[in-house]
């Protein structure tokens, strides 16, 4: 049996030709779910006075019920599912579902609080075939807002080194109510320490805007900004984010309810967790028609929305739609030292977003298409 390090650069590579294909799915088209959120259970295990997504007592969504929605949502085209909370470990099918949503050939991801990680469950996890892993943690110990701290959960992470055959991310939220913002440079720094992602986040309120945060917590996400060097980091070349920082609205289309869909326990499909409401339509009955109305409906909440994943969805659309202007604004003249985008993604761009193509493109495009099974 291959070692970890051989298991682990195998799934790489796998990772990342699905990876750039959903890239190439979502510039080729604007008619299908790009990101999916999916709950699986409502209960958490603990209890963040910040938080409005959990319960104590719901019970985890049948086993036959999340099949079903993992299949509807192969048939809409989603190309990636993230399974959240509630606490996602608390449903006693989780592997079965993980492994539902690779069948389909979707790129998988989940999130949890990492309380109830052991060495067994992690292996499990690899056998399913989860895609990466998000774990929350807000502060160094534990306080009256939140228990998801480094000092509980530092065992955790050292297994999911040393075990785990996914990527795994940590995410802390600066502003949370936590009494520390540099806590979370202390948390994104173990993580490095340990060969684990790291990013923060700015809090939100229930309904998805920025709450304010001071020079201090600023200072601490660009350090940890810093920390991590990917060739391409969406949170760096976030044209948006830079306004939310400094309080001024952004001017954006907000394609959820089409190109990101969020499903809530009963199955219903919503703009996003901090929109639930809208459209409110069982995911069983949910309809070509409606991706394509909600892809272009308006949303009010959009000038200081702070939902990342749909300004990343956002992006490909913008690219595909109007490429120039969108890599202007993404990627301005890199100065000394700043990252560009990884050559795939600049190629990609190249090949599938120009109205006008010279037969090279056209050739580029055709082979693109081949390789990544799109034709
Ligand atoms: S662990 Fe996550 S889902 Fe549970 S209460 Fe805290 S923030 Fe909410
Ligand atoms: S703008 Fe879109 S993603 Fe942001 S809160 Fe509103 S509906 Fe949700």
Redesign the pocket.
């Given at each position: 049996m291959p070692g970890i390090a051989m298991r682990r650069a195998v799934r790489r590579c796998n990772r990342l030709y699905r990876e750039v294909r959903l890239v190439a799915q979502a510039l080729k088209s604007p008619r299908h779910p790009v990101f999916a959120h999916m709950v699986v259970t409502r209960r958490c295990n603990l209890a963040c006075t910040y938080c409005s997504e959990f319960d104590t007592f719901s019970k985890p969504v049948p086993i036959e019920e999340m099949v079903r929605r993992v299949d509807r949502l192969a048939a809409l085209g989603t190309t990636a599912v993230t399974l959240t909370g509630g606490e996602t470990l608390l449903h006693p099918q989780l592997e079965e579902i993980i492994a539902r949503i690779r069948s389909h050939g979707m790129i998988v991801v989940m999130i949890t609080n990492g309380y109830l990680l052991s060495v067994e469950r992690i292996k499990k996890l690899n056998k399913a075939g989860l895609d990466r892993m998000q774990i929350s943690i807000d502060n160094v110990k534990p306080d009256a807002v939140s228990m998801k701290s480094l000092k509980v959960l530092d065992q955790k992470l050292r297994w999911l080194a040393e075990h785990a055959e996914f990527p795994v991310h940590i995410h802390s939220v600066v502003g949370a109510g936590t009494a520390e913002p540099e806590d979370a440079l202390i948390i994104a720094k173990r993580a490095t320490e340990l060969g684990l992602g790291s990013s923060a986040g700015i809090v939100?309120d229930p309904?998805?805007?920025i709450e304010p945060i001071d020079q201090r917590s600023r200072n601490v996400l660009e350090e940890i900004e810093r920390l991590s060097k990917p060739l391409f980091s969406f949170a760096r070349h976030n044209p948006w984010r830079k306004n939310l920082l400094e309080g001024r609205p952004n001017d954006w289309h907000?394609?959820?309810?089409g190109r990101?869909i969020y499903i809530c326990e009963n199955g219903l499909v919503h703009?996003?967790?901090?929109?639930r409401g809208?459209p409110a339509k069982p995911l069983a009955e949910y309809t070509q028609e409606d991706i394509d109305r909600e892809s272009k409906t308006p949303?009010?909440?959009?000038?200081y929305?702070?939902?990342f994943c749909?300004?990343r969805v956002a992006l490909l659309d913008r690219i595909r739609e109007n490429p120039r202007e969108a890599l202007v604004q993404l990627f301005p003249a890199p100065e000394p030292g700043q990252a560009k985008p990884p050559l795939p993604v600049r190629a990609l761009t190249a090949a599938f977003s120009s109205q006008k193509s010279s037969r090279s493109t056209e050739l580029f495009r055709k082979a693109a298409l081949r390789i990544l099974n799109l034709h």
């Open positions: 939100h309904t998805g805007h907000c394609p959820a309810g990101h703009y996003c967790m901090a929109q809208y949303k009010s909440c959009a000038p929305c702070t939902i749909v300004h």
